[in-house]
């Protein structure tokens, strides 16, 4: 057999093989094999050594035709598999679409951030800042800065967590006076801020205490701050929460922070003040303190009470979803029954 038909019984069996091959991996051993140096090709070709030099350039082109073809042999074929194992690819990650989806359970805020986002809303639309305080408070700022020293018996209303004998659990949302106004700079304006927070108390759980809890606090301060505006804002968020022709009144208290100190009533929701069992039949409901900030209030936070004054209040989301909504035990906001918690779906 001389070299051309060498040639041309590689090229069909090679030609017969690549055509058989259906896996990119083995075409790719075909082709390093077929026309790599150790491969037949080069084998055939190194016999043109012993060829006549004139029969040499025409077998030389016969191979490089054979070498072509299978070149492009290769190619092909490779090419199809690639179209065959796509397509199989496509099939097998085909998605149907028609499928009914599977439903995705959609939560609601819990209801007494339902509440706390209706009062940050309202002060929002005021002007005033939303501010947020550490829960892991300082003595000095929960107690003494609010003009509560050491042994001052009104420490006594509120039963603490004490960490160290200068760290505690927060037992309000007072502090964040403190620490706000000792960074706001009067030159550029009044302060206006609310604090929501979470507080702390040393008390045993019931019906109506948790030892967590929450409360919003709010301070302005400003050069002309009356006890007027405190009243007006006050009404403002008893409205708000509670309903538009709701009513408030003050009545003379006692916290360390403020002088003048009041309780505040809001005119009952249910009844709408004539008396019934959600008033205890007076008409009124408890539902904050406030007050105008104690003079030593402003001078240790570092602001001149000659100058600027204002007025404060601290109020309960928990007792206000619980007025509002008729839930009658406190815990059921922190046992976190879904149950519980999805009839205040914000939906209604
Ligand atoms: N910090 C008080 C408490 O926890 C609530 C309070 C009352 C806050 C009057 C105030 C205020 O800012 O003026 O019982």
Known sequence: MNLQEKLQRLEQQALAEIKQTDNLEKIN?????????????????????????????QVGSFANAVRDELTAAIAKQKEQVELILNSKKLEREAIDVTLPGVPVKAGTPHIIMQVIDQIEKLFLGMGYQVVDGPEVEEDHY???????????????????????????MRTQTSPVQARTMEKHDFSQGPL???????????DTDDATHSHQFHQVEGLVIDKHVTMADLKGTLEKIAQTVFGAKRQIRLRPSYFPFTEPSVEVDVSC???????????????????????MVHPNVLKMAGVDPQIFGGFA?????????MLKYGVDDIRDFYLNDVRVLEQFSQKE
């Open 313 to 321: 209040f601290g109020l309960g989301p928990d007792r206000f979803a």
């Open 192 to 202: 206006k801020m609310i604090s929501p927070g979470k507080v702390y108390r040393r």
């Open 29 to 57: 051993k075909i082709r390093v094999h077929l026309l790599g140096k150790k491969g037949p090709i080069t084998e055939i070709l190194r016999g043109m050594r012993d060829l006549p030099k004139e029969q040499r350039p």
């Open 269 to 291: 929701f249910k009844c709408g003040g004539k008396g019934c069992q959600v008033c205890k039949q007076t008409g009124w409901i408890e539902v904050l303190g406030a007050g």
């Open 142 to 168: 929960n107690f003494e800065m609010m003009n509560l020293p050491k042994d001052h018996p009104a420490r006594d209303m509120q039963d603490t967590f004490y960490i160290t004998d200068q760290i505690l």
